[in-house]
Nanobody, 115 residues
Framework: QVQLVESGGGLVQPGGSLRLSCAAS????????VGWYRQAPGLQRAWVAT???????SSIASVKGRFTISRDNAKNTVYLQMTSLKPEDTAVYYC?????????WGQGTHVTVSS
């Protein structure tokens, strides 16, 4: 059974930083495009950033220059380095393939940006 386990969330003040990790069971990330998604309170889950199997990255405009997605293929892990965090970044963050597969959603990791 495939498992994606997100970690690294927490409470941080505006302007702070967090590094999220997504560890995959097995080798499902191998050769795949992987993304981070987030669901803010009262809103639907939405795509945030992607890293392709070749290492090319893309993201939504509101996080460009602040968030960096990366991957460690040897560890079957994808990361999201978040800096200059804003209250509007508050959400539950998830990882999944791109496009996402329904059965791969994990529990997510909560990020709260507040003073």
């Amino acid at each position: 059974q495939v498992q994606l386990v997100e970690s690294g969330g927490g409470l941080v003040q505006p302007g702070g930083s967090l590094r999220l990790s997504c560890a995959a069971s097995g080798t499902i990330f191998r050769g795949a495009n992987v993304g981070w998604y987030r669901q803010a309170p009262g809103l639907q889950r939405a795509w945030v950033a992607t890293i392709t199997s070749a290492g090319t990255t893309s993201s939504i405009a509101s996080v460009k220059g602040r968030f960096t997605i990366s991957r460690d293929n040897a560890k079957n892990t994808v990361y999201l380095q978040m800096t200059s965090l804003k209250p509007e970044d508050t959400a539950v963050y998830y990882c999944n393939l791109v496009p996402a597969l329904r059965d791969y959603w994990g529990q997510g990791t909560h990020v709260t940006v507040s003073s």
